[in-house]
């Protein structure tokens, strides 16, 4: 049997130096404070910016030991595991007790007598490590991860409601709490004490008030215009749900049932026919459910209480039926922009990478990366004569502004064009600016993923099948790959 390691995604390693960043800046923050301050203010300050900064080091020294020291190990024994800053302990497959996934974080987690394994997200790896804890774990109960006590040997009828009290309560108890602080904000502003102090002229202020105006509304503005999106989209959800407080789901490991009113639909997981997803389209909107069963058809709405859980407990009792994972990243083209040829079915399939969700990464970069080094030459054009003489280099801000448009204009041309093509010959990589890559079925000798992603290995050289930006249809890419490459070994642990 071969051994498994699992450690953190190496991925994780830029986060360092940020929060170090973070830690080292907010050292700088008690210089930043009038010199007139009162001594009970200035010891808030410090208080404030050093305890910030103490927890940013804390946070980046268990980042690293975590990177440097945390591990899991499966082998034909059984498990090996330490911690950030723990020793190893070890159990062997036949005293792990029991494994399931928790009933609220679902994070696996596995009962030994040296206690809880809980294999976090961030570890790499972990779909193999799972799989062979199931397969092993011979005096456990369960023999795949199902969802504490909610699992097949228990019996229980779980309800799922749309009209709940979190409906009930979450839309209006935001704007209440948003409406209070701005009276708030308002009051202390208009009824606290003015200061004796002459107030300077506009003309004479400091560019720094200006550029921490600049600063609020570039930090706050997209805070504030996203909250103008979900503001309806909470009121929506909410009307929704009340017009369907009559309505409720129930489900067992025997069956699922619906229920509106007095008309009811009962059915065993033998009985069901189909779950079929819905695809959603639109700002902020989720997938509905087609339930099909031979006493009727039934809906499960987007906004149903926990339809997540209800979606994990139907894989997990009717597998076969398992409904495929929502499509919520839409194509952006549609199905013809997927083929080469004139028609859908003709030509190579392409797998681009033109999709919502990477359309507003981009437009949150380009946005960021033009009003930041905008930011140092506002400073420059608002100096007033009363200001330090010596003026910014505005030349190198212009030209930080040149090259981060540049930078911009080649990744929305990547977005445009980039992607990768799969015809009956081979694959091919085809970005702009860079020589096609092409690679045939029959030279691929092994596939699978690492913490890095997917790779494929051809004539001894492995090749990244993608970064961090996944392509449209990425199972049906991997699918294609493993009945194709004939000759190559490994598996997708993603399929």
């Keep these: 049997m071969e051994t498994i390691r699992c450690r953190i995604k190496r991925s994780y390693w830029w986060m360092v130096p940020v929060i170090a960043g973070a830690g080292v800046s907010a050292l700088f923050g008690p210089t930043t404070m009038p010199p007139e301050q009162s001594p009970s203010s200035l010891l808030v300050g410090f208080m404030f910016f050093g305890g910030f900064s103490a927890l940013c080091f804390f946070g980046a020294i268990y980042l690293v030991a975590s990177l440097l020291h945390e591990e899991v190990i499966a082998d034909e024994i059984g498990l090996r595991w330490r911690g950030a800053f723990g020793p190893w302990k070890s159990a062997k497959w036949e005293e792990i007790s029991d494994f399931y996934l928790e009933k609220w974080k679902r994070t696996p987690t596995i009962e030994t007598p040296q206690g809880k394994l809980k294999i976090i997200p961030e570890l790499a790896g972990k779909e193999g490590l799972m799989a062979l804890i199931a397969e092993r774990s011979a005096n456990a109960p369960a023999r795949g991860w199902e969802m504490e006590k909610l699992r097949a040997h228990h019996k229980y009828v779980k309800r799922f409601d749309y009209w709940t009290n979190s409906q009930k309560w979450t839309a209006p108890l935001s704007f209440g709490t948003l409406i209070v602080c701005g009276i708030l904000l308002f009051g202390l502003n208009y009824f606290s004490p003015k200061s004796a102090i002459p107030a300077q002229p506009i003309a004479s202020s400091r560019p720094f008030d200006w550029l921490s105006l600049l600063m609020a509304l570039v930090g706050f503005g997209p805070v504030a215009a996203l909250f103008i999106f979900i503001a309806p989209l909470m009121w929506r959800e909410r009307t929704f749900a009340y017009r369907h407080r009559a309505e409720h789901l129930e489900i067992s490991p025997r069956g699922l049932a619906w ?61 076969q039926l398992a409904p495929a994972p929502p499509i919520t990243n839409l194509d952006l083209g549609g199905e013809a922009a997927t083929w080469s040829g004139p028609k859908i079915g003709e030509g190579a399939r392409i797998f681009h990478f033109r999709t919502s969700d990477t359309r507003l990464v981009l437009w949150a970069t380009t946005a960021f990366g033009v009003v930041l080094p905008l930011l140092p030459m506002l400073m420059t054009a608002m100096k007033t004569p009363d200001d330090d003489p010596a003026p910014l280099s505005w030349e190198i801000y212009a030209a930080a502004l040149f090259l981060v448009i540049l930078a911009l204009t080649y990744l929305w041309f990547c977005f445009r064009r980039a992607a990768i093509w799969a015809d009956e010959t081979g694959l091919e990589w085809r970005f702009p600016l860079f020589k096609t890559r092409r690679v045939a079925w029959s030279e691929i000798e092994s596939f699978g993923r690492d913490e890095n992603g997917h790779f494929l290995v051809a004539n001894a050289r492995q090749r990244r099948l993608f970064w961090s930006v996944t392509p449209v249809r990425q199972n049906e890419l991997l699918q294609l790959i493993a009945e194709r490459a004939s000759n190559a070994s490994g598996k997708w642990d993603s399929i």
Excluded: H, M
Aim: charged letters at 25%; aromatic letters at 14%.
């Design 259 to 319: 229920q509106n009113g007095e008309n009811r639909i009962e059915a065993s997981w033998d009985e069901v026919r189909a779950i079929t997803p819905i695809p959603a389209r639109g700002f902020g909107a989720r997938t509905d459910y087609r339930v099909e069963t031979p006493y009727g058809d039934f809906t499960v709405w987007q906004w149903l209480e926990g339809i997540q859980l209800w979606l994990q407990l139907a894989r997990q009792f009717a597998p």
